[in-house]
Each structure stands twice: as structure tokens, then as C-alpha cells.
């Protein structure tokens, strides 16, 4: 049996944290790196965007797949109120979302797709994060790990800021970047269906 044979699914994301979950739940898959642009359009709720993005991802990964399986896409932002606060450009930026979360309660929003050549499912994962109160002093040396720098609200849940973190209220994992229950049924109904 060769290794396209073994495969059950692509993941259509380079981020490590993504990869580390999906292989956790114990599925055979390749990664598929894609330049999939990601902006939001002007009016767009939060919840359509980060779907769009999920949905975007996988169906770019379909096309790119080099044999026909679904495709795993996700995506994840950070929102407070209205704001939606993606990857930090620089320290002022990091230090503004991290200012902006202190003391105060936020969403994580974690889309997931499965596509295929037919179709498109996606699910929308949404977890309450409250920060307790940081200071200057703290945020800068955050910035300083180089934690935040890639990170959408310029934090990593399971890193250094988890000590940020006084509670959550829905799905860690979703936090992190995938919602392992949600992505288990979605992988595991496309697979009985596809029997």
C-alpha cells in the first residue's frame, strides 16, 4: 500500500499548532501550504469573515491537492466588541490589542472547513477569553518572547500568555487554532459518507 493510499485527508495550513492538533486525533494527512489572502471586506461580521477564510483555504487546497481528498481549512481571529484583531505588525500594534484585551472578556472564533471537489462544510467555533488586568511593563516583555508576533490578538493561549488567561468559557483547543471535537465529527462524517 503506498502512502497516497494511507492518507485520508490534506490540511490546507502551514501553522505547526494545527498540525500538532489534527494529529492528535490520529488522522493521516499531508500539508498543503497555500498563499490564501486574507482580508476582511468592508462590512463583513467577524463570523463571515473567519468562515470565508476557513472556506477559502480548503477549497485552494482542493485545487492544489494532488489526489482527490478533502481538505482540511481553518482559521482563527480574535474579537473584541466590533474590533477584529488579527497578526500584530509591531510592538505599538501588539501593545494596543494587549491593552485593548486587559482586564476585559473577548471571542475566539475558530472556522473549520472540509471541502471537496462537491462541497463545502463548515463549522464556527466561538470561545469567551477574559484576560485579567496587564501592565506596560508585562506587555512589553510578551513582546520581547516573540510569542506575539505571529498570533492573531498578538497571544498564544498556550504559551507564556496563558498566565494571562483568568478563565474561558467554550473550547481550548479552538483557542489554540482547532476545535478537535468539531473537526472529529466533520472528518468523521465526510468519511462515513464517503464509504
Known sequence: MNKHNELQLYLASGSPRRHELLTQLGYRFEVLKLDVPEQ?????????YVCRLARDKATAGVAAA?????????????????????????????????????????????AVALATP???????VTTNVAFRKLDEAEIEAYWR???????????????????????????YSAVVGLPLLE????IKHHLEQSR
Open 40 to 48: 476582511r471586506e468592508e462590512g463583513e461580521k467577524p463570523q463571515d
Open 66 to 110: 494532488p489526489t482527490a481528498l478533502p481538505v482540511l481549512g481553518a482559521d482563527t481571529i480574535v474579537v473584541l466588541g466590533d474590533r477584529v484583531l488579527e497578526k500584530p505588525s509591531d510592538l505599538l500594534d501588539a501593545k494596543d490589542m494587549l491593552e485593548a484585551l486587559s482586564g476585559k472578556v473577548h471571542q475566539v472564533m475558530t
Open 118 to 124: 462537491e462541497r463545502c462544510d463548515v463549522r464556527l
Open 145 to 171: 518572547t516573540g510569542e506575539p508576533c505571529d498570533k492573531a490578538g498578538a497571544y498564544a493561549i498556550q504559551g507564556i500568555a496563558g498566565k494571562f488567561v483568568s478563565r474561558i468559557e467554550g473550547s
Open 183 to 186: 473537526t472529529d465529527l466533520l
